[in-house]
């Protein structure tokens, strides 16, 4: 990675040069660049007069997904509606935390034995068990086996990114094969990580559908070994997953291949409302004695967003190694942040382990999954009803919190300044944000921009 | 026999901490074939039927390697499977009571009850972290009324306790400041260098420790830093310094400063203790206050790990001053670029309850007392240690430098292998570097310990 050495002075800002001319002044006692402002606010006493070692440092743009959230803010409009980021608003338009949620933290708060000691640098142990049973099933024989190793990470960002380090470091082949497009995260994380980035075909904005003889073409003339990210269901940003049997059409290939699966799971549960239907993907992969890594998150399926909790699982062919890379895996945690958060992972364990709470948690986790869907119905009946032009029955069939509405980014540029409505340019738009009162807003919005802009 | 071949490769050649290098890696895998198939047809429930494809043995990951245990964390991990009835875990710097329990703060448990009852919501921070605890963390490092808040010269950035936010700080050095070099004292706490090891930034250290004196080498210290290159990042520990518990006085700070600028170094503090160290807020926060004071552009770590019992929670900032509200408005930019991709937004939970602490006056002074208490304890230990050894040590070594360290924890001089017999004779769980926590003794075992350092100082070579 390069970093952006834009000067701010007429000196160029390589180390060098930067001694070189901290030298001179050092020699001659005075800085190039005195100004009036400088000399104002620099103390009489102060040997430093107003140059920066940051002068250099340019000002980042903000995330182009958060920072939909940080335009949001500042719209003083009272119509205006956030479509940026994934999380899950209520029919009202509030931040949900379910109710089994809160009664595990009264727990937490209530039991006056806990302690706030460092968990081991894998996490807290009940947590991670519990977080593989719920991926890769209960009587998964790679469970049996203990050839499988999971440690708690920051959500999913941070399993994605230990993962990644992890493999950098001990993984032969260091280029990762990422859907076009996916999370906008994702290159980052990885590129950070040490690995390279290529990307497969995966989306057909004719069919607003999967270009599946894109994907296998592009998997299958992938170098043997190479990692391969999939999204484990609900793919962002365009809720087009493949079906059971391309699912097994891409593990066959990626076996023939020896390509590395790197599943990111974050909408498990969310997506279909089911569990076990969600993890399809991962356990069909896992079933066949090969080796995968899955990154999950609670982020969405329990609402525990600011929380950070998720996990990193990679399972392997034997105990032995499973138990060498656990090991390794510590030596890429430890000097990242040490030891994970406990509060998340606590709130998950009390949930998981208790079947009445469990239960609980898979109704709250249907009714979120059900109001998304119904959402997506009700969309589409807007448009249909305003006959706005144009096949929109992806809404409907796309799957999970995002839609891939097509739209381009002048479109959606004209929907948040005429109307106030606030998605990531690339036309994804979180169903999680609407709601009955405000679809017909949107599919508004939606009309004009699709007639009044190309 | 494919594993075999590999696990022979791997034992001839790798070191014990490596893996196979990809070359090696590569070199076998041409030897094997990619997969050999092995068709069979199984039938579930859902499913119906399924061809499942079984690949080779071999497995992707064979090359890793064992990694060693870390040499901090693994002390309590060695410690709890000792069955001894004496064993005493003077290893990880956690904070315990006289009964050696560990110790939740009342404000934080009050803090805890006032969020569950407020019914605060889990949306996902904003990358930079909560801003309430950003204002909080700040105040409290330079004071609310310091030049450098009214200015807005300061970037903060919430970061995953000390070590995520020294991270993060590396990670702005390795991107903005290449070829840059970061000092380290020698020695200081074990995971600084694999942060900037993994961070892929550059260190070298400077002497600090004279174990002739058991105090400071300030002569070294100086000699050093003056020798690094110009503008390198120094890192200093605000105060409490681990392992040491070796403190610069005040005047030796001013030194320190004034060679920093000289040089044009750029001074990077590690706070781990503030109020942790003396029992006050301001007097741990000196040696900061006094660089910023000067004007300095300075780096700053801080972690409410132990003033604050937030261990679990990882909860802590990097700070830059800048000399410039814009610099700090770029550099903070350029913070949240680097997080992104890391964790994308830290954890909110400890975040709410130091600015809910900090924020609350009652709370506030509460915190005060009960940071006074805790380091008054360790003060006390300090006490009874070192009366217990002066008492029982017939060789006439002076063992005073146990009262003039400061903080958790106490260098004791002992070597590796004097350090090995504490642990194997007398259970007695510490770093191999000789340092000990003294915030895990009690008033009750310090002659228990003081029996062990003088077996070990005089018996072990």
Sequence with gaps: ?454 | MASALLSSLAAASAPPSASLSPREINKMKLNLPCTSFKNSSIKTKSFGRIRMVATTNVSRFDGVTMAPPDPILGVSEAFRADTNAMKLNLGVGAYRTEELQPYVLDVVKKAENLMLERGDNKEYLPIEGLAAFNKATAELLFGADNPVIKQQRVATVQGLSGTGSLRLAAALIERYFPGAKVVISSPTWGNHKNIFNDARVPWSEYRYYDPKTVGLDFEGMISDIKAAPDGSFVLLHGCAHNPTGIDPTPEQWEKIADVIQEKNHIPFFDVAYQGFASGSLDADAASVRLFVARDMEVLIAQSYSKNLGLYAERIGAINVVCSSADAATRVKSQLKRLARPMYSNPPVHGARIVANVVGDPTLFNEWKAEMEMMAGRIKNVRQKLFDSLSAKDKSGKDWSFILKQIGMFSFTGLNKAQSEHMTNKWHVYMTKDGRISLAGLSLAKCEYLADAIIDSFHNVS
């Excluded at chain 1, 790197?262 to 069909?284: E, H, I, K, P, W």
């Excluded at chain 1, 030596?331 to 009445?356: C, E, Q, T």
């Excluded at chain 1, 589409?380 to 995002?402: E, V």
């Design chain 1, 1 to 454: 990675m390069h970093p952006q050495l834009t000067s701010a002075s007429s000196s160029t800002s390589s180390p060098s040069d930067r001694r070189l001319s901290a030298l001179v002044r050092h020699l001659t006692g005075s800085s190039p660049e005195i100004d009036s402002q400088s000399i104002l606010s620099a103390s009489p006493t102060s040997g430093f007069h107003g140059d920066s070692v940051f002068s250099h440092i340019v000002r980042a743009p903000e995330d182009p997904i958060l920072g939909v959230t940080v335009a949001y803010n500042k719209d003083p409009s009272p119509v205006k509606l956030n479509l940026g980021v994934g999380a899950y608003r209520t029919e009202e338009g509030k931040p949900l935390v379910l109710n089994v949620v809160r009664k595990a933290e009264q727990m937490l708060v209530n039991d006056r034995s806990r302690v706030k000691e460092y968990l081991p640098i894998v996490g807290l142990a009940e947590f991670n068990k519990l977080s593989a049973k719920l991926i890769l099933g209960a009587e998964s024989p790679a469970i049996r086996e203990n050839r499988v190793t999971t440690v708690q990470c920051l959500s999913g960002t941070g399993s994605l990114r230990v993962g990644a380090e992890f493999l950098a470091k001990h993984y032969h082949q260091r280029t990762i094969y990422i859907p076009h497009p996916t999370w906008g995260n994702h290159p980052k994380v990885f590129t950070l990580a040490g690995l390279s980035v290529k990307t497969y075909r995966y989306y057909n904005p004719v069919t607003r559908g999967l270009n599946f003889q894109g994907l296998l073409e592009d998997l299958g003339s992938a170098p043997s070994g190479a990692i391969v990210l999939l999204h484990a269901c609900a793919h962002n940003p365009t809720g087009v997953d493949p079906t059971f049997q391309q699912w097994e059409q891409i593990r066959q290939l990626m076996r023939s291949k020896c390509l590395l699966p790197f599943f990111d799971s974050a909408y498990q549960g969310f997506a279909s409302g089911s569990l076990d239907a969600d993890a399809q993907s991962v356990r069909m992969f896992v079933a066949d004695g090969g080796e995968c890594l899955v990154a999950q998150s609670y982020a969405k399926n329990m609402g525990l967003y600011g929380e950070r909790v998720g996990a990193l699982s990679i399972v392997c062919r034997a105990a032995d190694v499973a138990s060498k890379v656990e090991s390794q895996l510590k030596l890429v945690i430890r000097p990242m942040y040490s030891n994970p958060p406990i509060h998340g992972a606590s709130i998950v364990a009390i949930i998981l382990k208790d079947r009445n709470m469990y239960n609980e948690w898979t109704i709250e986790l249907k009714e979120m999954a059900d109001r998304i869907i119904s959402m997506r119905q009700q969309l589409f009946d807007a448009l249909r009803a305003r006959g706005t032009p144009g096949d929109w029955s992806h809404i409907i069939k796309q799957i999970g919190m995002f839609t891939f509405t097509g739209l381009n980014k002048e479109q959606v540029a004209f929907m948040t300044k005429e109307y106030h409505i606030y998605m990531t340019s690339d036309g994804r738009i979180s169903m999680a944000g609407l709601s009955l009162k405000t679809v017909p807003q949107l599919a508004d919005a939606i009309h004009a921009a699709v007639t009044r802009v190309v």
